[in-house]
């Protein structure tokens, strides 16, 4: 299974989605509110427009991954006027960021702790680990991010066909595609989704990538995020650095 890819353009894609959302300028090829024409997209492509405040449709019409991987995104993150945290970090752009906000959290959860260097440069992050080991990350990473996605309850049965349908746009791994469907449709379980945790490294960017996701003012997606932390067993003080990196790549 090959997760590495579509994570890396799910996370990129932020970046596009925040812009377009925010009334920055549409793709080629599309109309001024960000839906092109009726056709066979149509009814998707309104769905996003509403999901997205108006442009997210746009990016559907468009061509290429970025423009797949911004239309399964705008459908993960659901309302995103209510998901500000989740689309500004998420243009920080990517996995390999991902493994750069889990390094400098530890670095400075480390340091309030009188570690010194030598314990930070052990870490393998996944900015840092062998490619035959990016994958394992990745896998655990998308789980996290679907996982997330589903906290608030809003990913109802119809949105699930409508990612899925997406994803398998964007890629055509059947393996990854029934993994995505079996992940999609799984009951919201904190305890089984730390189970792909197989590193502290990855319970981490795990975390990170769910802070990412969620409004944490919303009692229910906050309720997820710290019962996920207990489960992937995250150090207090490391918890708080993790959502620290989040908000300080906002600004």
């Known amino acids: 299974m090959n ?9 990129k894609s932020g970046q596009d ?15 001024g509110n960000g839906v092109q024409g009726k056709g066979a997209q149509g009814g998707l492509n309104d769905l996003l427009g509403k999901v997205g405040g108006g442009n997210l449709g746009g990016f559907l019409s468009g061509a290429g991954g970025g ?9 993960l993150l659901g309302n995103k006027s209510a998901r500000k945290i989740g ?5 920080y752009g990517g996995l390999a960021a991902l493994g750069v906000l889990a390094y400098k959290a530890y670095g400075n959860w480390q340091a309030n702790q009188g570690q010194g260097a030598s314990q930070q440069t052990e870490l393998q992050t996944v900015d840092r680990v062998p490619p ?9 990473i998308l789980r996290a991010l679907v996982a997330a996605a589903k906290a608030d309850g809003h990913v109802d049965a119809n949105e699930r066909q409508l990612i899925e349908g997406e994803f398998t746009r964007l890629t055509g791994d059947s ?12 009951p919201l379980d904190p305890t089984d989704v730390a189970r792909s945790a197989r590193t502290p490294e990855i319970a981490a960017e795990m975390y990170l990538a769910s ?8 009692f229910m ?7 996920l932390a207990k489960q992937l067993k995250i150090e207090p003080g490391l918890k708080q650095e993790l959502e620290n990196q989040v908000r300080q790549s906002q600004q």
């Open 67 to 75: 423009a797949l991987a911004a239309g399964a995104m705008g459908l």
């Open 17 to 31: 989605l925040l812009k377009n959302a925010s009334g920055g300028p549409a793709p080629s090829g599309s109309h």
């Open 211 to 218: 802070v990412m996701m969620v409004d944490e003012e919303h």
């Open 87 to 91: 689309g500004k970090a998420l243009t």
């Open 132 to 140: 035959a080991q990016v994958e394992q990350h990745s896998e655990a």
């Open 3 to 11: 997760t590495r890819g579509l994570l890396d353009q799910l996370l």
């Open 221 to 227: 997606e906050r309720a997820y995020l710290d019962e």
């Open 175 to 186: 393996d990854l595609q029934q993994w995505l469907h079996v992940e999609l449709n799984k």
